[in-house]
Each structure stands twice: as C-alpha cells, then as structure tokens.
C-alpha cells in the first residue's frame, strides 16, 4: 500500500537534481567534514557544526533547484536592492571584529550581508541583460559596472577584500559571457594596471603588508609572513601520500592559523600529502567541467551568463583559496569550497549550485 507513495517521494525527492553535481560536491563534503575535524581536534562542536551548515545548505540548494529560471528573475531586483540596504546598514549599526564592520546582529542570529551579494550581484546583471538582450548597446555595459561597482565599493570599504573580489569576479563574468568586446577587457585591464600606485594608496596597512611579505615572508615572519610560513611548511611535510588522518603536526600543534576556515588546505594537504591534492584538484576540475557544461546548454541569455558567472566563481574561490595558502598570492579571506567550516558563506555555495541544478533542469522548458 506504501510502496507507490514511497516511489512517488523518491522521484519528487530528486527531481530537478543533478546527479554529476550532487556526487560530486557530497565528495568533496566528506573530505570537508574530516579535515574540520582533525583541524577542531580537540573540540567536536566545529565539526556537527558544520554538519548542521551542511544540512541547512542542501536544504536550500534543493529549494533553490525546484524554481525555473523565469521565477529565479523575479528575485534579481529585491534581492539585489535588499544586499545594498543590509550593506549600508553594516556601516550605521555593523559589529566591528578585528578591526573590520562585516556583520550585523538581531539578536537570536548573526548574517555578514556581503555573502548575499555573491548572489545578488551576478542575478541582477544577469536580469539586467536578458532585459536588454534583443538591442544590448555599449551604453549597456558601462550601466552594468556601476551596478557592479557599487557592492563592490561598498564590500571593500569595510574593508573584506576577498568578499569584494568575489563579488566582483562574479559580476565581471556574467558582463564577459554577456559579450563584452575584447577591446574593452583589454582596456580595462591597461586601465588598472595604469591605477596601481593610485590603488596601493587605498589599501589599508595590513594589506600592503600582505602584499610585499608575499615576495619575501621573512621579512616579517611573527607577523604578516607568519600565515605563508607556516601553511607552505605544512604542505611541504606532507610529501608524497602525506601524515596520515590526524597525524598533521604542524595542526595538532596549531601552527597553521585559521586552520579550519581560510587555511584549510594546509591541513588537508599536510596529512593527505600530493597525491591527496591531486585528488582534490580533480574533484574541483570536474566541478567546474560539470558547470560548464550546463553553461554551454542553457537556453536563454540570462541562463547562461548566470550559469557560466557561477561556474567561474567556484574556481576564483578554489585558485585563489589554494594560491594564496601556497604562498603564491597575497593573503585574503577567501574558503575553499565545501572543506572550509563557515555558515553564510556555505550556504552562498549551496545555493549558487541550486541554480546551475536550475538552469540543467529547466531548460527544455524554456528552450525557443
């Protein structure tokens, strides 16, 4: 009597899920889930919960998977509009942590409104030119970076340069698949190479010194060189096959700061060794493969520049993630997908997943 209610749940329980993506990311939350928990070792709370982050994320990519691109639209303005308003907020009433204004409280609950702009900010543009697709002008463009710049602005002021970079290599790469002439990315990028004296005088202290302790860590190695220092002694005592689980010194010893958040991969590569990374790498790859691959079929403007935009967005967090922790690039506040213990920032991921599940799923329905 159960058996075709049972059936009719299973299949209602995956529709509009995509299977490639789901197993995929479930790998890579497994992987997440025990580095946390020998990075927490001696505290079991950061590791259920991240469990729970987990839970509530899925919840939400699932809700978000459901919804048509036509309906994801709707979204874009409010959404958007919304993200601003929290941002300014964060200036008037924001709780300062380190010297920062990130976040805002209401009592029973924190939120760092910056994360929602990783969404709003490429669902709006994406809105925006699926509006204008059938005559997109020059005049179109230029609009589309003040849209941009304006939470990215916002981000960056208070100050959380990897929450701004984020943002903005998000919204330039839904401009980019909208079309943006080559002529002008060339420009652009003449343009701010010319702006870099002017721009290193915008940056706080802190983050200058980032900056040039990445050409030489030593120069300042108990203070801005001490992240690099510690994380590439991690990831170069792992060797081959790496520690073994739990077996990390450099860890267990708490050398490696924020070692269950931004530096995550330290941890992982340490008692995972090379072959691990490689492992980890090609996960991320095939992530990236599978998003692409959506892109390349979706039906409408807004579908594949929304698609691609997220795609992208996955490998900024893991190059930069993964570049700045091997000392590569300068120190920002930048997790690495679902390895890093976070809340907000885990359930952006989750949810920028959703959408690609979205634009897979749905796009039969809307295909002209």
């Given at each position: 009597m159960l058996q075709p209610y049972f059936y009719r749940f299973r299949a209602r329980l995956v529709e509009h899920i995509d299977g490639p993506l789901l197993l995929i990311?479930?790998?890579?939350?497994?992987?997440?889930?025990?580095?946390?928990?020998?990075?927490?070792?001696?505290?079991?709370?950061r590791t259920l919960s991240q469990l729970g982050n987990m839970v509530v994320g899925l919840v939400v990519m699932w809700n978000?998977?459901?919804?048509?691109?036509?309906?994801?639209?709707?979204?874009?303005?409010?959404?958007?509009?919304?993200?601003?308003?929290?941002?300014?907020?964060?200036?008037?009433?924001?709780?300062?942590?380190?010297?920062?204004?990130?976040?805002?409280s209401f009592g029973f609950m924190r939120i760092q409104p910056s994360?929602?702009?990783?969404?709003?900010?490429?669902?709006?543009l994406a809105w925006y030119f699926q509006k204008y697709e059938v005559?997109?002008?020059?005049?179109?463009?230029?609009?589309?970076?003040?849209?941009?710049?304006?939470?990215?602005?916002?981000?960056?002021?208070?100050?959380?340069?990897?929450?701004?970079?984020?943002?903005?290599a998000a919204g330039f790469y839904v401009i980019f698949f909208a079309g943006l002439p080559w002529k002008v990315i060339a420009g652009l990028v003449?343009?701010?190479?010319?702006?870099?004296?002017?721009?290193?005088?915008?940056?706080?202290?802190?983050?200058?010194?980032?900056?040039?302790?990445?050409?030489?860590?030593?120069?300042?190695?108990?203070?801005?060189?001490?992240?690099?220092?510690?994380?590439?002694?991690?990831?170069?005592?792992?060797g081959g096959f790496g520690k073994g689980w739990l077996e990390g010194t450099q860890t267990h010893l708490e050398f490696i700061p924020e070692r269950h958040t931004d530096f995550i991969f330290a941890v992982f590569s340490e008692e995972r060794g090379l072959l691990g990374n490689c492992i980890l790498v090609l996960l991320y790859l095939m992530l990236i493969a599978r998003g692409l691959l959506i892109t390349a079929n979706a039906s409408t403007l807004f579908a594949?520049?929304?698609?691609?935009s997220i795609t992208l967005s996955f490998f900024t967090y893991v190059?930069?993630?993964?570049?700045?922790?091997s000392g590569i690039l300068p120190v920002v506040g930048i997790p690495l997908p679902f390895l890093s213990y976070g809340g907000t920032a885990l359930v952006t991921l989750f949810c920028g997943l959703g959408i690609l599940m979205s634009i897979h799923s749905h796009r039969m329905l809307v295909k002209k």
């Open positions: 990311t479930s790998l890579l939350m497994l992987a997440g889930l025990a580095t946390v928990f020998s990075a927490t070792y001696d505290s079991n709370n978000v998977a459901q919804l048509p691109p036509q309906k994801l639209m709707r979204f874009a303005v409010p959404l958007y509009v919304l993200g601003v308003i929290l941002l300014i907020m964060v200036f008037l009433f924001g709780i300062k942590v380190n010297g920062a204004k990130r976040w805002l994360e929602i702009l990783k969404i709003a900010t490429p669902l709006m005559a997109l002008k020059f005049r179109h463009f230029v609009i589309a970076v003040l849209i941009l710049l304006l939470p990215f602005g916002l981000i960056a002021k208070q100050p959380d340069l990897g929450t701004a970079i984020l943002v903005g003449l343009a701010g190479a010319s702006a870099a004296p002017f721009i290193w005088t915008l940056l706080h202290d802190y983050q200058r010194k980032r900056i040039l302790t990445l050409i030489d860590p030593s120069t300042d190695p108990l203070g801005s060189g001490y992240h690099i220092i510690q994380s590439t002694i991690a990831i170069g005592s792992g594949r520049v929304m698609g691609g190059f930069v993630n993964m570049g700045m922790v």
